[in-house]
Structure formats: structure tokens, C-alpha cells
């Protein structure tokens, strides 16, 4: 099937897809202002979703609205990075965070003055390879930050969890344990098991057994990694949503072109505005209700505060 006739049909659980709209999340861009908000609900928004700019000009955007980069990195804080960077795939395929956004993001820390920035992912294939096919290792280092293995069990600590329903325990990266701050940096795409990877299900790369989540409820084991260490921002890559064949994916016929990102402090609430990118209905993914259940954060985008930007 044609990338084209696979987006008139929508999404692959059937449920309706509209690049005009982004399922409601994103007004009509010629209804905007362009670069004006169009719409607040009171002080610093829980969710930023921009449109329509380079990924670049969208994460200086996004980030703004939120008061900056400053608002959480101050100077002297060490920070951890941390994409999703699992795959020995080049940037055009989207099975990875571009290496723009997160060399930028680097640079905005470095400038707002953190001692260090370190970037790291627990990698599925050889992880040499995917920090250099990626682009991501030369885009870090290029902005001054390092990029350290997530591939060296030494390199994780024990660590207790104990409002987890079922991960009440892992071993934790110590770049997570050990940071000032923590930004996660995710890529939007479908998954096979979790049917979505984006904030939350990222969180499976801090840990060094990521086995024990398949064996013991993989969404529950999602919403109860968050708890391990909750970000204190998320950048969601939705510039080219993977809507098919996730996590790895095949080709380019597997992605679509929204040119969006998402950006808040509300981790579910992101994911949950994710979702409706990727055509999925309320309910469809799992561990977002759970974790809301939980009281981890909001899944009702109708109660929250939403800034949307398009930059076109």
C-alpha cells in the first residue's frame, strides 16, 4: 500500500485521521495568527502543541511559551538528556528523535549556563551504531554536551519504586539518579506491543531489565516507570509520526509529515494529546489511563491549559 492510501484510510485501527485538524488538537492553520497562541487557559500552560516550522524554530517556540529553557535549567545544574535513540536508523526514518532537536536542546542548556549535559539511551541494536547513524552523538557533541552508554549494567543502580503497582524496583541508569534535571526528548511512532511509544514509554530506556515489562504487564510496568523519576520536561517529537510498523519501522511509507511538536510538564497529558496524533481514540492506550489513574497526571486535554502555535 502507497503512503497516500494509507493515510485516506486513516489511521490502522480504523479511527478517523485528519492532517488538516490533527484530530482537534491543532486548529486550521489558515484560523490563525501565525506565531500567536491560539489559545490559554490562564498562566503557564500544562501542554504546548506548535505547528508548521522547522524543529528548531517549533522547540524555541514551544519552549518559550513554557518561559524558556531558564524556567528549568538554572546555572550550575547538571542535566540529563534523554531521546529515543534505540535504532540503527538514519534521521529521515523517524525511528529515533532527530538529531536537531536534540542538539539544540543541548545548546539552550549549555547557554542557560548547566555544568554538563549528558545524553544517553538504553540502545536495542549496537549502540555505537545508533548514536552514530542517528546523527545524534554529532549533533550532542557538536553543541557541547557527551553522550555516555546505556549499555554498561555498572552504569544502573538499584532503585526502589515504592507507589508502583508492579515495577517496585529496577536498576536506573545513574545519569537519571545523579542529574540536577531531567528532560525527556521522545520520537512519536506506533509499537507493536504498547501500540504507542512517546513520553511514558520512553521511560523503559533508564532501566537495564526491560524484559521484566513484557513479562509483567507492559503498560502497567509504562505508567509505573514514570514514578522511578518523573521528567521535568517533555519534548515530544511529532515532526514525522510513525504510524505503522513501530518501534523499528521499514521505510518511509511507514511516517507522515505533520511537522508538530508537543511540549509540557504534564507527562500523561502529552501523551495523551500524542495519541490523537497517531489516530488513536480515548482508551486505546492503556498505560495513559493508568498512569492518570494513578494520579501521575491528566488525560483530559478538556481540563488542562493548551497553548497552540503555528508558525506558518
Known amino acids: 500500500m502507497q503512503r497516500r492510501d494509507f493515510l485516506k484510510m486513516g489511521f490502522a485501527v480504523g479511527a478517523a485521521f485528519s492532517l488538516e485538524t490533527l484530530s482537534g488538537l491543532f486548529p486550521a492553520a489558515a484560523a490563525q495568527t501565525a506565531g500567536k497562541p491560539d489559545e490559554t487557559a490562564g498562566g503557564t500552560p500544562s501542554l504546548v502543541a506548535v505547528r508548521n516550522g522547522s524543529r528548531i524554530a517549533m522547540l524555541e517556540a514551544g519552549l518559550a511559551a513554557l518561559g524558556g529553557i531558564g524556567a528549568f535549567v538554572k546555572a550550575g545544574q547538571s542535566v540529563v538528556i534523554k531521546p529515543n535513540c534505540a535504532w540503527d536508523k538514519t534521521p529521515e526514518l523517524a525511528a529515533n528523535t532527530h538529531p536537531d532537536i536534540v542538539g539544540r536542546l543541548v545548546k ?10 549528558l545524553v544517553f539511551d538504553h540502545a536495542c541494536d549496537a549502540w555505537q551504531r545508533v548514536y552514530k547513524n542517528s546523527g545524534i552523538q554529532e549533533a550532542v557533541e557538536s553543541n557541547g554536551g557527551k553522550m555516555i552508554s546505556g549499555a554498561d549494567e555498572s552504569m544502573y543502580r538499584d ?3 515504592p507507589q508502583a503497582v508492579k515495577l517496585k524496583k529496577a536498576k536506573v541508569h545513574q545519569a537519571i539518579l545523579d542529574s540536577d534535571v531531567y528532560i525527556n526528548v521522545p520520537v512519536l511512532k506506533h509499537h507493536s506491543g504498547a501500540r504507542m511509544t512517546a513520553c511514558m514509554k520512553n521511560a523503559m530506556g533508564l532501566v537495564w ?3 521484566f515489562f513484557h513479562n509483567n504487564d507492559l503498560h502497567q510496568c509504562i505508567a509505573d516507570s514514570v514514578l522511578l523519576r518523573k521528567p521535568d520536561l517533555n519534548i515530544l517529537d511529532a515532526y514525522s509520526p510513525m504510524l505503522r510498523n513501530g518501534p523499528k519501522g521499514k521505510d518511509a511509507n511507514d511516517l507522515i509529515d505533520t511537522k508538530a511538536l508537543l511540549i509540557g510538564t504534564d507527562i500523561v497529558a502529552v ?3 500524542a495519541s490523537k496524533l497517531l489516530g488513536n481514540k480515548d482508551g486505546d492506550v492503556r498505560h495513559i489511563d493508568l498512569a492518570a489513574g494513578m494520579g501521575i497526571g491528566s488525560s483530559d486535554l478538556s481540563k488542562i491549559g493548551i497553548r497552540r502555535i503555528s508558525l506558518a
Request: charged share 30%; hydrophobic share 30%.
Open 108 to 117: 539552550l542548556c549549555k547557554d542557560a549556563g548547566a555544568s554538563q549535559v
Open 271 to 273: 501523551d495523551a494529546a
Open 209 to 211: 531489565d526491560r524484559s
Open 159 to 161: 532503585h526502589d519504586n
